[in-house]
């Protein structure tokens, strides 16, 4: 079983069904599940079983889809800030006693990156810059976009209007739930940038220049969140970047060396068989 819907989850999924080693992916989003369909992973070769589920899962179903499928091993490649996922699926095959393979992303040093400010959480980083002048472009994607606009006017005194919402810009997937949260959160239409990545450092500079960023406000996803493009396109445009910190890890392995893990394991099976 795969928990999968960011890049790590791409590959590893593309590897099992070159491979041939039959696996059940789970996907949060159908955005998820269309981009590994989009990877080339929709059917394996014969003898393989490849499916791909959909929709976001509570603890109960995770435990139960564990019971059913009777896996040799549960692959959490989920977001690096996907934190209550990455509990859920640590607890259920704790429960189960399910071999757990967690897929870490590297992080990025921050040294040397500019003007940088590192903040603990969305809420944090809203605090930060409610003081500051100058348009502020998110790129944290629509999940925690309330808490930041919430801590926002709360900050700037402005419970009763929305007048200060109009300084935050908002780049986000093409995806008809992150545009009714914008529009729910009170962002202006003109202020969303419906988009899909990866972006480059030009495409990340011409959306800074677009919306007269003064900040730039992004998640540490790592290398494959696209830190890298976004820091360079900042310091590039003379502008602050207000990053959010990744959640504490409680220890996993990279792509490379879950891959080895899912072969071995697989080897072993089939030499018990």
Not at 84 to 92: L, M, Q, S, V, Y
Not at 173 to 194: E, H
Request: glycine share 8%; with cysteine; hydrophobic share 40%.
């Amino acid at each position: 079983m795969l928990f999968a819907g960011t890049t790590e989850g791409r590959d590893i999924s593309h590897f099992m069904y070159v491979q041939g080693i039959p696996v059940s992916i789970y996907t949060a989003t159908r955005y998820g599940a269309e981009a590994l369909r989009d990877a080339g992973v929709v059917a394996g070769p014969a003898g393989t079983v490849v499916t791909i589920n959909t929709g976001r899962l509570d603890e109960a179903a995770v435990r139960a889809e564990i019971i059913k499928n009777r896996p040799i091993a549960v692959i959490d490649a989920t977001h690096p800030f996907a934190e209550e996922a990455g509990r859920t699926i640590r607890r259920c095959c704790c429960d189960c006693d399910t071999p757990l393979i967690k897929v870490l992303r590297p992080e990025i040093p921050m040294l040397g990156r500019g003007a940088v400010t590192r903040t603990k959480n969305v809420a944090e980083a809203a605090e930060y810059l409610s003081s500051k002048k100058g348009n502020i472009l998110l790129t944290i994607g629509s999940r925690r976009l309330d808490i930041f606009c919430k801590a926002f006017l709360r900050n700037n005194g402005a419970e009763a209007s929305t007048d200060e919402l109009d300084r935050l810009c908002v780049r986000i997937l093409p995806v008809p739930d992150s545009l009714r949260i914008c529009i729910d959160c009170g962002i202006r239409p003109r202020n969303i940038m419906a988009v899909e990545g990866p972006f480059s450092e030009d495409m990340n500079l011409s959306c800074i220049r677009h919306f007269d960023a003064a900040y730039l406000v992004t998640k540490e996803t790592g290398y494959e969140g696209g830190m890298c493009e976004k820091l360079s396109a900042a310091e590039k445009a003379g502008i602050e970047v207000v990053t959010v910190m990744r959640p504490p890890s409680e220890g996993g392995v990279s792509v490379d060396e879950a891959k080895e893990m899912i072969a071995a394991l697989w080897d072993d099976s089939c030499s018990l068989a």
